[in-house]
């Protein structure tokens, strides 16, 4: 069975920092999968934020170049993701995720949206004061 458990969500102040990590058990990372991170606010469609593929491209969503940075421990299986010069719209859900496919188009993640092999943790909150 595929598990993602994310930490390190809270509340920080903008212009703060936190990093979240992801425990992925089940699934190594050898076995040619992309990883990724999303987020989610109500009422809006769930966001790509970084995602790293199978041969090591990285790819981040315009709203977060320069200031988040996605990286992965392939021996303890852990994924994080280290957020610098949060802002207020930063605030959000954030989930970890094992995909199938994930690139970009230069602005957006893209990934396989109805792939039922894509595999997503519960997700941590990310509130930013302003």
């Known amino acids: 069975e595929v598990q993602l458990v994310e930490s390190g969500g809270g509340l920080v102040q903008a212009g703060g920092s936190l990093r979240l990590s992801c425990a992925v058990s089940?699934?190594?990372?050898?076995?040619?999968?992309?990883i990724g991170w999303f987020r989610k606010v109500p009422g809006k469609e769930r966001e790509g934020v970084s995602c790293?593929?199978?041969?090591?491209?990285?790819y981040s969503a315009d709203s977060v170049k320069g200031r988040f940075t996605m990286s992965s421990d392939n021996v303890k299986n852990m994924i994080y993701l280290r957020m610098n010069r949060l802002k207020p719209e930063d605030t959000a859900v954030y989930y970890c995720?094992?995909?199938?496919?994930?690139?970009?188009?230069?602005?957006?993640?893209?990934?396989?949206?109805?792939?039922?092999?894509?595999?997503w943790g519960k997700g941590t909150l990310v509130t930013v004061s302003s």
């Open positions: 790293i593929d199978s041969e090591g491209m990285r």
């Open positions: 995720a094992v995909l199938v496919y994930c690139s970009s188009d230069g602005a957006q993640i893209i990934y396989d949206t109805d792939s039922d092999m894509n595999y």
């Open positions: 089940g699934v190594t990372f050898d076995d040619g999968y992309d």
